[in-house]
């Protein structure tokens, strides 16, 4: 493959919650020796400094200050929020509840969207996983993916990692696609050129070895 910039390294996956992102990516991370970026846990970064500062995250003014101001990092070693480990925190209930009306801010979203760019530049590319790094973030990513699954499959995976009853998340699924769909900004969509992958029955490795041929064939 011929790389003349870094967009040219990136590997973008897009898809709704439950879907297999997270595991897909971080597992093509490893084989393709790229590093791996989850820019789903910076809108958390930024609804749980939100909720911890008492900041309502219907505030946009100023949860757009704070997210400009926070220091955060997103690594596969963890989130550390304001200096502090937030790995586990920024999966809660109460985060998860609060994130859609973060993801719904267009500033805090150029925020981010400026903070994934460079980490791209700093990092020389990598795996990026959220829900608009094809179709806004890295348009001219090398490879595209949309990745997806039945909603009864992402909420039993859910459940499988944080517990709860599959009805449940299933629904709570639906609602939070149904609000990253409808947003004005950065709506949750496949971009041009992403290829579809139904990770519905299929393991981790089937997924990879997929995406590896994909790749080949750009
Ligand atoms: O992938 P996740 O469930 O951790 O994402 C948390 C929220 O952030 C979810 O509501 C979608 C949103 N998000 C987004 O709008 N854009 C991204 N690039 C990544 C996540």
């Not at 496949?190 to 490795?205: E, I, K, Q």
């Amino acid at each position: 493959m011929t790389v003349s910039n870094m967009a040219g390294r990136v590997i973008a996956i897009d898809g709704p919650a439950g879907a297999g992102k997270s595991t897909v990516g971080r597992a093509l991370a490893h084989r393709l020796s790229l590093d791996y970026l989850d820019t789903g846990a910076m809108y958390r970064a930024v609804a749980f400094a939100a909720l911890r500062r008492g900041i309502p995250v219907t505030d946009h003014e100023r949860v757009a200050e704070l997210a400009e101001a926070l220091e955060m990092d997103v690594s596969e070693a963890g989130v550390v929020v304001d200096g502090q480990d937030a790995t586990a925190a920024i999966r809660t209930r109460e985060v998860t509840d609060a994130v859609s009306a973060v993801a719904a801010n267009s500033p805090v979203r150029e925020e981010l969207r400026a903070r994934q760019r460079r980490w791209a530049d700093e990092h020389g590319g990598g795996v990026i996983e959220g829900r608009d790094i094809g179709s806004v973030v890295f348009p001219d990513a090398l490879l595209k993916l949309f990745v997806t699954a039945s909603p009864r499959t992402r909420a039993e995976r859910r459940v499988g990692e944080i517990g709860g009853d599959v009805d449940e998340v299933e629904s709570s699924i639906a609602e939070r696609d149904r609000r990253d769909m409808s947003r004005q900004d950065g709506p949750l969509r496949a971009a041009d050129g992403a290829y579809v992958v139904d990770t519905t029955g299929l393991g981790v490795d089937d997924v990879v070895d997929h995406v590896i041929s994909l790749l080949d064939d750009q």
